[in-house]
């Protein structure tokens, strides 16, 4: 529907939240959709280009915990864990989809 506002940067996650800070930074609303697993690569650039700076970006957090046919590589069993810590950073996990339409 709107083309013009979707970035797929592939396989580059460390790249996905400097993307999104910058976006932040010149006033837009970026959301990451990323798996959690590999949120992990990009732990440096959520600290310093996200949550340091406290800019607007939601991060849509995929594959949280174990996923079955994914196998153990797409398994983000640590996501909770290490975002808690994370300066100006909330941490949502809604169970179900009634509690997903409350956040």
Do not use: W
Request: glycine share 4%; proline share 5%; net charge negative.
């Amino acid at each position: 529907r709107f083309p013009d506002r979707y970035f797929d940067v592939a396989i580059a996650e460390q790249h996905s939240d400097t993307l999104a800070a910058g976006l932040a930074c010149d006033g837009a609303k970026p959301v990451v959709a990323i798996y959690s697993t590999f949120l992990q690569r990009a732990y440096d650039q959520l600290i310093h280009d996200v949550a340091i700076q406290n800019l607007d970006v939601l991060f849509a957090i995929d594959r949280a915990a174990l996923v079955g046919e994914d196998g153990p590589t797409h398994a983000g069993a640590f996501d909770i864990s290490y975002l808690r810590c994370v300066p100006n950073m909330v941490v949502m996990t809604p169970s179900d989809e009634n509690e997903t339409r409350q956040l």
